[in-house]
């Protein structure tokens, strides 16, 4: 195989495939329309000519090729490539482009545009839908959550365009771009003696400022409570290392609400679990790491003379029109530059502070200790007929105590039972809340390394979001030997959640059915994953639970395909 020079020129549909390939792509996640014929010729005719293109994978819906995406850079670190058909075809992967930009990823998100020609021009409108699908401004479906958008004009548009796209995509903070391709311009021609070119654009990677993160080092080592409340995790596995041992010699507390990913291990004597509300009253520092909500303004209330550092990609978090946490020091920068940079601060301080800080330390790891026999001991009480998901978390912890396992959760396990120990050992849906995430990210994820055991774990209404059939239908596809468990409760119990918190008391309380909330009848899950020919297990009663996730990664260790647990969890 080479490399795409040839100097004659190629389908413009196809030229995009091959400087994608330059620009570090693996796998272009489509879904073709009739917008894609020179797209196809284009990667027929690389496949004739046996020239290196990243590799192009039918997925029958929209949402779940974002996402895969998603859950694929979550794996590997590279941003990835999404094709979708025209505004249709956007408009259904949209909601998982929020979950991107919301999580800070980022991806190379395409869509055809309708031709503009009606006849007289290779590549016109040929059936109804060419007229039925244009829109006046197409790209509006996604402008808000791109960094980044354009249409392509020209074909000798791609390399200049594509590599902006790129720079500006892994950029500090990351997240989507979007090109628009009207299928006219995809017809043309491209030259070719530049798309094996090195990118021409690099990305901006901020820096954090070194005067701040001194500032910073100086009040934590002279607290007396400080408190760390991290939400995205530590950045990469050295950062992740490098904060567990700032945390373990310095003893500050890190609480982890609502964290989408690990930053530091579930069962560290540091780790005060996902309540932050009796640090927060008591810390008289509080460094927020990566947090959109770091706490709940109506419930958490931190000392007013209690200094507020936020540090993160986008500390403020200047896409969004309301956010009023108080921030006192803000810095920006990749979040593993942070940690690095503030552990290379604090160090040479520590020598002065041993006696207080060892004393420190021993109080909160009798704290933490006590906290998580009080969760384990919750969660054994949810392990009857209809088992509680704290249960189903805690069995899920113990089933994979000893193997490399990466847990994805979409209101289904939940943190606070689980001991993870890894960076990359615990995923949860982004704050965007676009539901329908954690199935496809599992596969994209999965796809980058078929001999890692995964877990997506869903609540039954986020598995119906996730076009189930679709997903399963992925896994047999790509042989990706996925094990999902959902949580089924038959209702959407974050909604009844929400209800309750705001009326306690209130007649939707007291209901015997609250409204709008409600999924029964619950269909046979365990049918729809027979479908696709996954190994299905009905779970009824928490006592079975152990023996069947047993039994689900005995399957996957001797067959390597996919498992699905319907467990009948309690609302």
Not at 68 to 88: C, D, F, K, R, W
Not at 112 to 126: I, K, L, S, Y
Not at 133 to 144: F, I, N, P, S
Not at 253 to 280: E, F, R
């Amino acid at each position: 195989m080479q490399d795409y020079v040839r100097t004659q020129g190629m389908t413009a549909g196809g030229a995009i495939f091959a400087r994608l390939r330059k620009l570090g792509v693996d796998y272009v996640f489509a879904n073709s329309g009739t917008d894609f014929p020179p797209v196809i010729e284009g990667l027929a005719e690389a496949s004739a000519k046996k020239i290196k293109l990243p590799e192009a994978v039918v997925i029958p819906h929209e949402h779940a090729a974002v996402g895969m995406a998603h859950g694929y850079y979550l794996a590997t670190g590279q941003a990835q490539a999404v094709m979708l058909h025209t505004n249709v075809g956007l408009s259904n992967g949209a909601t998982a482009a929020i979950n991107a930009q919301n999580d800070h990823v980022p991806m190379y998100l395409m869509s055809g545009r309708t031709p503009v020609m009606e006849q007289d021009r290779f590549g016109a409108r040929t059936v109804p839908i060419g007229w039925g699908q244009e829109m006046r401004d197409q790209t509006a479906l996604v402008r808000e959550i791109a960094k980044w958008d354009y249409e392509l004009r020209f074909p000798e548009q791609i390399v200049e365009l594509l590599d902006r796209a790129h720079g500006i995509a892994n950029s500090t903070p990351k997240g989507p771009v979007y090109l628009s391709l009207p299928r006219e311009v995809l017809c043309e021609l491209c030259p070719d003696d530049k798309l094996a070119k090195e990118p021409s654009m690099a990305p901006a990677r901020s820096a954090p400022d070194p005067a701040a993160i001194k500032e910073v080092a100086k009040l934590l080592a002279s607290a007396k409570s400080p408190l760390i409340i991290a939400q995205r995790g530590a950045g990469s596995k050295k950062s992740f290392q490098t904060f567990k041992k700032l945390v373990s010699d310095w003893a500050i507390p890190v609480c982890h609400y609502w964290c989408t990913q690990l930053i530091l291990a579930s069962d560290h004597k540091m780790n005060v679990g996902s309540n932050p509300a009796p640090w927060i009253e008591t810390a008289d520092v509080i460094l927020v790491l990566d947090g959109m909500a770091p706490w709940w303004p109506d419930k958490h209330k931190p000392r007013d003379n209690c200094p507020i550092i936020q540090l993160g990609p986008d500390p403020l978090f200047s896409q969004k029109p309301v956010r009023n946490f108080r921030s006192d020091i803000s810095i920006a920068g990749e979040t593993e530059d942070i940690v690095q940079a503030l552990a290379t601060a604090m160090r040479p301080m520590l020598k002065t502070r041993k006696k207080s800080v060892s004393d420190r330390f021993e109080k909160i790891a009798k704290t933490t200790a006590a906290i998580r026999r009080e969760v384990r001991k919750n969660a054994e009480m949810g392990s009857g007929q209809g088992m509680s998901k704290a249960w189903v978390s805690l069995c899920l912890s113990n089933a994979i105590k000893k193997r490399d396992a990466t847990v994805f959760s979409e209101l289904g396990c939940i943190l606070d039972p689980m001991s993870l120990k890894a960076h990359n050992s615990w995923y949860e849906i982004p704050y965007s809340g676009g539901l329908g995430w954690s199935f496809p990210a599992s596969l994209g994820y999965q796809l980058a390394d078929r001999n890692k055991l995964v877990f997506a774990t869903m609540g039954d209404g986020s598995y119906l979001f996730s076009n189930p059939t679709v997903c399963h239908q992925i896994a047999e596809s790509l042989e990706l030997p996925l094990i999902t468990l959902i949580l089924n409760n038959r209702e959407w119990g974050a909604v009844r959640k929400s209800v309750l918190s705001i009326y306690p008391d209130g007649y939707a309380a007291k209901a015997n059915e609250m409204p709008l909330t409600s999924l029964k009848p619950s269909p046979d899950f365990t049918l729809t994953g027979k479908a696709s020919r996954a190994h299905s297990i009905r779970v009824d009663s928490g006592d079975q639970l152990p023996d069947a996730l047993d039994e689900a990664i005995a399957h996957w260790d001797k067959n390597k395909s996919q498992v699905l647990l319907d467990l009948n969890v309690s609302p």
